[in-house]
Structure formats: C-alpha cells, structure tokens
C-alpha cells in the first residue's frame, strides 16, 4: 500500500523551463528525501531533510531545490531544465535511524525535449 | 567514504535456476546492509534486511548472506519464478551515520 505520494507521475517540458514535483508522505516519518534514478537506473541521492533541516545534498546543481513546508511534504523544484536532467525523480521517506525501511514513492518521470 | 560496488549489473537465469548478487562494500564500520527489489514501472521495496550482528537472513525464496571478514554482502535465489524479475539494489549505513550508500543495481531476467 502507498504511503508516499508523488505528483505528477510524468513530465514533459522545454529546456529552460522551471517544473515543480510534489511529495507527500502519511507515515509520520522524520525524514524526507529525493533521489534521481538515470536511464541506467542508477540511484542518485540528491536531497534528505529532517525536521526541516537539509542533511545531505550532494553535488547538485544550484537550479536544483528541496522545498518543505512541514514533516509530511518535501517538494522539489528544478528553476531552468536542461537535457540532462531527465531521469526518474524519487521520493522516499523514513524514520531517519540507520536500521529501518526506505518507503519509496513510485515516481515522477521528466522528460525535457 | 563508504563505497559499495554491485555485481553483476545484468543477470539471466532459467525458471528453476539459482542466481546470486553480491555487494562490496569498504567501511569495515558498516552496520546495516539492506537489499530492496524494483519491479518493471514500480517503485523500490524492501526485500530483505540484515544486520551486522545478525549476518543472515531468509525469506520469499532470498537468502541474504554478509561475510564482514570479506565485506561482502550476497542476494541469493534459491530457485527463480518469472515474479522475480526485477532490479535489485543494495544498500548499506553504519551505525553513527544513517547514511545509506546504494549499489549501482543489478537487472534481474527470469527466463521460461
């Protein structure tokens, strides 16, 4: 059963332009992240909050930001696409201690032509 | 930091057949070690779960093995149905830094 909810499911835009995804999650977890999965699959972490405190943030491009209004929402907003940046974006969740479970949303596919 | 190399990136194997992951990893204080199954257009699940302390776990046909003296971690199916196929991601933390670092995923093909 889906605990953790991403909008929308796919996205086609312009290079240039700016994309909002959504992500909510109902398990009353303390930690939200967005990872990027390429076309080869590849899992990228790309932000973690906690508490509203960023954790992680790898090297990400600037045009790339988390954006979190209470402990259920992490949204991730990308300011001017480029080519590169289409992939499968992914929203998980989880209880922020080392031993337990990721919950993964099913995804948010960008595609930018 | 911690790197974790996963092999192989394809497998393909009979129905009936065995199949075999493995991870390494290089932080000798990895603590636990997390293998999660991504079915075709699905999102990422947990499969299986091991600690440190623990070093083996079986369930839903997998056996998860961690050999800490080699700090390798293995996925092994025992006998393979076509619902197995899938990508397959390990992931490891330590135990002071919750951390994950995932594998780099192996795409699993059961063949009739």
């Known amino acids: 059963e889906t605990a953790v909810f991403q909008t929308p499911n796919y996205h086609v835009t312009q290079v240039g332009n700016e994309v909002s995804f959504n992500c909510k999650q109902t398990?009353?977890?303390?930690?939200m992240y967005w990872y990027k999965q390429d076309s080869k699959k590849l899992l990228k972490i790309m932000f973690s909050y906690n508490n509203k405190q960023l954790i992680v943030n790898e090297t990400v491009p600037r045009r790339f930001s988390p954006q979190s209004s209470d402990k259920a929402h992490l949204n991730l907003r990308i300011k001017s696409v480029e080519p590169e940046d289409s992939a499968v974006y992914l929203c998980?969740?989880?209880?922020?201690?080392?031993?337990?479970?990721?919950?993964f949303g099913k995804g948010t596919r960008l595609t930018v032509v | 930091g911690e790197q974790v190399e996963q092999r192989p990136p394809h497998l393909s194997v009979r129905e009936g057949d065995s199949a075999v992951i493995t991870c390494t990893y290089t932080?000798?204080?990895?603590?636990?070690f997390f293998w999660y199954k991504q079915e075709p257009g699905a999102s990422l699940q947990l499969l299986m779960k091991v600690f440190s302390s623990t070093e083996i776990n079986e369930g839903q046909g997998f056996t998860v093995l961690l050999n800490k003296k080699d700090k390798r971690l293995s996925l092994n199916l025992t006998a393979a149905h076509p619902g197995d196929s899938a990508a397959y991601f390990c992931?490891?933390?330590?135990?002071?830094?919750?951390?994950?670092?995932w594998g780099s995923g192996t795409k699993l093909i059961i063949k009739p």
């Open positions: 998980a969740s989880s209880q922020g201690d080392g031993n337990t479970e990721v919950f």
């Open positions: 398990l009353g977890h303390d930690t």
């Open positions: 932080d000798p204080n990895s603590y636990y």
């Open positions: 992931a490891v933390s330590e135990d002071s830094n919750y951390q994950l670092i």
